[in-house]
């Protein structure tokens, strides 16, 4: 296959010092053969540190985005999203192989697979290292194809499979059963990793023995292994120092990325030369409030793709007088910081300039406010009647703002790479799975318990007894709710509804843009064309079925 063949005077390798100060350093390795510079110390350490790069062409990217968080019941499409790319979204008939989307994700992963089958050959025939240093590297590599095959075979189903280094052109691929890349694959490759893993990495933002347990606790979720997710991510909960960030709010602190809740995530840099791309996610969610006349794009506010609006189901699921991961989650006002009229009033620097609410608000109190005055009066936010002060109007340019991806900290009002890192696990993820799987398992008050954990930390303070729920109100839907609120934007709600058994259901129901098209079609993506088109066995490699 051509997407796995190693380029090696290509790669960029990763310093040993994978951390947000010293992300990315250059070896002249460009000469060198993988069979004599991947035999030395240097060589497989910089082999594995190519396989981490593979990450940062997917967290925070806008295929990624469109794949995981769009098509949902909680998010749709935005006005960048309906003039870019909607066809994901809406599931319309152009969603097709040769969308570059999801020719870029699955390139990705490949090329990340066939890294990882590299070092995980090598390492052990490395001399001068030990052997806990060979399982380590090992670990890692493994830790790291687990996770790029776990996305493959959600996304398209069955895949091509393979543990082995491709060193050549390959013409030929066949399709493995998802389970089979369970069992064979992902599963055995984190039972390995955590027990080879260190509980804390000596260079932050590798993979842990920590890393590995969530991340097979979400496998096992996804797999329905009901005993084996909540006995992980007990384990997750119980061994090791992670805690829950309180406030809520605080856990998207920019200055405070490395902190106490965070398992894994993937690592950028506020170094241009060194962070790439960067974590684009800013981007994403952010309404373009350059149309108020006081308000000139910075910094603070952030360069507005407009790519994703919230639901009407999402703009609904928060009681703000108890619950605050509204207010933690989501940017509803903006400031003037320029001179400026609205509504005949003058309005100075620091000033009210955009303020959103989740209410219907009168007619003549937004047209004498100071201030834009967006309101909501629960029509779909989609719809042609929207007018520009309700949530959806300006051709859907109005809409609360997901602050987890701000990133006030770039370079310039223009810069799309982002310097924040983007967290893949966290301690409040292993609650709500060993919350769903012990309610999987009919232990209501288990699962209860665990929920109310969360729920505590989300608490608006004094309301934390209100907060908590009981054996009898944990039902399929409290799961997905409690999840959307928990976790709305960071790229697991494609996945959560469709292992759920419910994205057809949930998506008809709740997003009226994808409603009209969505079909079992769609519980997988399409294999990209350009693979259907290079391999030489397509009766042994056909394309999803319906696309």
Not at 190 to 207: C, V
Not at 252 to 262: H, K, L, M, R, Y
Not at 441 to 457: D, G, I, M, P, W
Request: neutral net charge; aromatic residues 12%.
């Amino acid at each position: 296959m051509k997407n796995i063949t190693i380029l090696l005077s290509a790669i960029l390798f990763i310093s040993e010092l994978f951390s947000c100060q010293d992300v990315l350093k250059e070896n002249p390795v460009g000469l060198a053969s993988a069979d004599s510079y991947y035999s030395t110390p240097n060589g497989i350490r910089d082999a594995l540190n190519a396989t981490y790069t593979r990450l940062r062409v997917f967290y925070g990217r806008e295929d990624a985005c469109f794949l995981t968080v769009p098509g949902t019941d909680m998010y749709t499409n935005g006005f960048g999203g309906v003039t870019n790319h909607p066809a994901i979204n809406d599931y319309s008939v152009n969603f097709l192989g040769t969308d570059g989307f999801v020719t870029s994700v699955w390139n990705n992963f490949y090329i990340g697979i066939n890294q990882a089958n590299a070092v995980i050959s090598r390492a052990p025939t490395v001399t001068g290292l030990s052997e806990t240093d060979k399982n380590r590297i090992i670990g890692e590599a493994r830790f790291l194809r687990a996770l790029f095959y776990f996305h493959l075979v959600q996304q398209f189903g069955d895949v091509h499979f393979t543990q082995n280094e491709s060193v050549g052109i390959q013409t030929t691929a066949k399709r493995t059963p998802v389970a089979t890349i369970y069992e064979q694959g992902i599963i055995p490759d984190l039972q390995f990793a955590i027990a080879n893993l260190p509980a804390k990495a000596t260079n932050y933002g590798r993979a842990t023995k920590a890393a590995s347990e969530a991340l097979l606790a979400r496998v096992q979720l996804t797999r329905g292994n009901w005993v084996e997710a909540e006995t992980l991510a007990s384990n997750v909960i119980k061994s090791y120092n992670f805690q829950l960030v309180k406030p809520y709010a605080n856990l998207w602190d920019i200055n405070n990325e490395q902190n106490a809740e965070v398992i894994w995530s993937v690592q950028y840099t506020s170094d241009p030369l060194t962070n790439g791309d960067g974590n684009q996610a800013h981007l994403f969610f952010l309404i373009d409030y350059t149309q108020n006349p006081t308000i000139t794009r910075d910094l603070a506010n952030g360069r507005a793709y407009q790519r994703f609006m919230p639901t009407n189901y999402l703009i609904k699921l928060f009681d703000q007088t108890k619950d605050s991961r509204w207010e933690g989650s989501f940017k509803t006002v903006f400031f003037a910081n320029a001179k400026g009229t609205i509504n005949g009033k003058t309005v100075m620097p620091g000033d009210t300039a955009i303020k959103i609410v989740t209410y219907p608000v009168p007619d003549d109190l937004q047209s004498s406010a100071p201030y834009w005055y967006i309101d909501f009066n629960d029509k779909w936010v989609g719809a042609s009647n929207i007018t520009n002060n309700e949530i959806g109007g300006g051709q859907r340019r109005r809409f609360p703002v997901l602050k987890k991806f701000l990133d006030p900290l770039r370079i310039s009002v223009n810069a799309v790479e982002g310097r924040r890192d983007f967290i893949v696990l966290r301690l409040a993820e292993m609650y709500l799975i060993a919350g769903e799987a012990a309610w999987r398992q009919n232990k209501l008050a288990e699962s209860a318990t665990y929920f109310n954990v969360v729920r505590t930390r989300a608490a608006i303070a004094g309301k934390e007894k209100e907060m908590q729920v009981s054996a009898a109100d944990i039902n399929l839907d409290f799961i997905l709710d409690e999840r959307g609120r928990e976790l709305a934007g960071e790229g697991q709600r494609w996945y959560d509804l469709k292992r759920t058994g419910t994205l057809l259901t949930r998506v008809k129901q709740y997003n009226l843009d994808a409603a009209p098209n969505i079909k079992e079609t769609h519980l997988v993506r399409p294999i990209p064309q350009t693979q259907i088109d290079r391999v030489t066995n397509p009766a042994e490699f056909s394309q999803n079925p319906g696309y």
